[in-house]
């Protein structure tokens, strides 16, 4: 592990705060009161899925919505637990200070809608140390498209082989592993595919405390 890393991406969801649980739960409550059978699996389905692609994929199991109503619906319903009891994972504020003492540039590049990100970041009072907060949504481009992690990184001034992306999702790994990212997988005790995510990654880590010794070792 001899790279130098001079920046850093953040996925949120998973990554940065606990919140995989309540996505679930609003899967589930939105077909329900829609009376649309809950098919097995939802959770992974929806981790790939953009907000316009889950749209599709309410309807095309039943829900009788336009897409943007369908997105609405799902934002009112996790918004409230965003502002209120989501809870960041462990050692978040402590890592944010090991790197801004290494003077490492960090972002956070998510798939959630914009408004639950920048609710939780600010009740959390982190949200000012971020140089800027990327979303698929604003730059119509998923975590998995090939340019999204370059992109981001563009942004931040680093090339790839210096900038660490850390996120919990496989796919998300697999993206910036082969565009040349130094890829950390972090455990969230909602992954299915953790051990082939681990596998994938140039570095796993079950705490963000294991990412901060990382850096202070450099």
Not at 113 to 136: A, E, H, M, W
Request: proline share 3%.
């Amino acid at each position: 592990m001899s790279r130098h890393i001079k920046g850093v991406i953040f996925d949120l969801d998973g990554t940065l705060i606990d919140s995989m649980k309540s996505w679930e739960n609003a899967d589930i409550r939105f077909l329900r009161e829609n009376n649309i059978p809950v098919p097995p699996g939802i959770s992974e389905v929806m981790k790939r899925l953009s907000m316009k692609e889950a749209a599709q994929y309410f309807i095309d199991l039943g829900v009788r919505m336009p897409h943007d109503r369908i997105t609405e619906r799902i934002e009112q319903m996790v918004y409230e637990e965003y502002s209120s009891s989501i809870s960041l994972k462990e050692y978040v504020t402590e890592l944010l200070d090991v790197l801004e003492e290494k003077n490492i540039r960090f972002c956070v590049a998510t798939a959630n809608y914009r408004s639950l990100t920048d609710v939780i970041l600010r009740r959390y009072d982190i949200y000012d140390r971020f140089s800027f907060i990327y979303t698929c949504a604003e730059n119509g481009i998923k975590k998995d498209d090939p340019s999204f992690f370059e992109n981001v990184s563009r942004l931040l001034g680093t090339s790839p082989e210096e900038t660490a992306v850390l996120d919990d999702s496989l796919h998300c790994i697999e993206s910036a592993h082969r565009s040349g990212f130094f890829s950390v997988a972090v455990y969230d005790s909602s992954s299915s595919d953790w051990e082939e995510t681990s596998r994938t990654a140039d570095l796993s880590i079950k705490s963000l405390q294991e990412f901060a010794e990382f850096i202070s070792e450099k």
